[in-house]
């Protein structure tokens, strides 16, 4: 190729070159095919460490944009194919054109299973997501979501479609907190969505009493070149973060394991509360109101107001707390029978009004929800 091709391709590279220095964390790799004749002569760009390395022809060397320039002049034509995550830049080059264009990483959405519905917009969508999805084991090696996580897939990304609008909204580096993240799966699809679809700047931190869950969550991490995000063993009753985080995070957190991630957001002054219970046990053999004693009495229907008060109570202390709260319909009962999703902002606004509903209801029924023990009310 001639001088005014590598020209050409030059000033196509810088524009890469940008890409690369300011979005090293999405990187892949670069793949290019260099043609003479018919003959094809294959070259790669690749991350080893922190370095950068280019082969071709059997020789490897500290990567430089100039070793593609140089290396045209030997050729007929080259492909290369910028690749990152959700996105690749293809760049093509003859004596007759150069273009560079981009496309997705994945141009078509195939169906994963026939139990994944087909009416959902799904916002972690596979095939684009399949090396997040292997590797947190929802997905098989034969690229479909595997039948026994079919509704733990349909949970997790219906979670973040929820919040999506929240997440678009924030300005800046987005710091999250993942409450008894588990095996953290949420963690991990939350980051995907925010760092690889999105392209935000983000830390994602999972938070859990498990040394088990944690050590597999750190190798998940470092086998997904997700270097932002952080997991720790601690207990969420003492834990105490350097910078607010702007989302806290919890599903499925059991029983009173919610409060204490409730609690965790309010403690250090999380800007937004999104957390999904579970079980309801505490107050289950707490409470008690007398004029619904016939109403009461079959044990299904006391489990299941224990459910409505613990939830109520834990929106009241939010609200007394200084966030603007709203509970929704978090997903299908058949996906899971613990569908409530609860919303809370924070506005500064402590409501007194909530506080006082809050101690009569609490003095009425003859309850003391775990939630007010673990923050200042």
């Known amino acids: 190729m001639n001088k005014n091709t590598q020209s050409k391709t030059n000033f196509f590279l810088t524009v890469l070159d940008e890409r690369l220095r300011n979005g090293k964390e999405y990187f892949l790799n670069i793949d290019i095919s260099f043609k003479s004749g018919t003959k094809t002569f294959p070259a790669k760009v690749k991350k080893e460490g922190e370095d950068f390395v280019f082969i071709h022809n059997a020789n490897k060397e500290k990567f430089e944009w100039k070793l593609i320039v140089d290396a045209m002049a030997n050729y007929d034509s080259m492909v290369l194919v910028y690749k990152e995550r959700g996105t690749n830049a293809v760049i093509e080059a003859s004596d007759r054109n150069v273009t560079l264009k981009y496309e997705d990483s994945a141009e078509t959405e195939e169906e994963t299973t026939s139990t994944v519905k087909n009416n959902r917009n799904y916002?972690?969508?596979?095939?684009?997501?399949?090396?997040?999805?292997?590797?947190?084991?929802?997905?098989?090696?034969?690229?479909?979501?595997?039948n026994d996580m079919v509704r733990k897939y349909n949970q997790i990304d219906h979670f973040v479609e929820l919040i999506s609008d929240h997440l678009k909204r924030i300005d800046g580096k987005v710091e999250v907190l993942d409450c008894a993240c588990g095996k953290s799966y949420l963690s991990f699809a939350l980051n995907y969505y925010l760092r690889d679809v999105l392209k935000k700047d983000c830390h994602v931190t999972g938070v859990d009493y498990s040394e088990v869950v944690i050590k597999a969550s750190k190798k998940s991490a470092e086998n997904m070149g997700y270097s932002n995000m952080t997991f720790v063993k601690a207990d969420l009753t003492d834990y105490k973060v350097t910078t607010p985080p702007d989302v806290v995070i919890s599903l499925h957190a059991c029983d009173i394991a919610t409060d204490m991630a409730i609690a965790a957001g309010i403690n250090n002054g999380a800007k937004a509360i999104f957390a999904v219970p579970c079980c309801h046990k505490e107050l289950l053999g707490q409470y008690s109101y007398d004029e619904f004693a016939p109403l009461l009495k079959h044990g299904i229907f006391k489990a299941r107001m224990a459910d409505l008060l613990t939830d109520s109570l834990r929106c009241l202390l939010l609200e007394a707390s200084g966030y603007t709260v709203t509970a929704q319909e978090y997903i299908s009962p058949v996906e899971t029978p613990k569908n409530l999703l609860i919303k809370a902002f924070k506005d500064g606004k402590r409501q007194k009004e909530a506080k006082e509903e809050y101690l009569r209801l609490k003095e009425l029924l003859g309850v003391t929800p775990k939630l007010e023990t673990l923050i200042k009310l």
């Open 123 to 146: 916002l972690i969508k596979p095939p684009k997501a399949n090396t997040l999805l292997k590797e947190i084991g929802i997905m098989g090696e034969n690229g479909k979501i595997k």
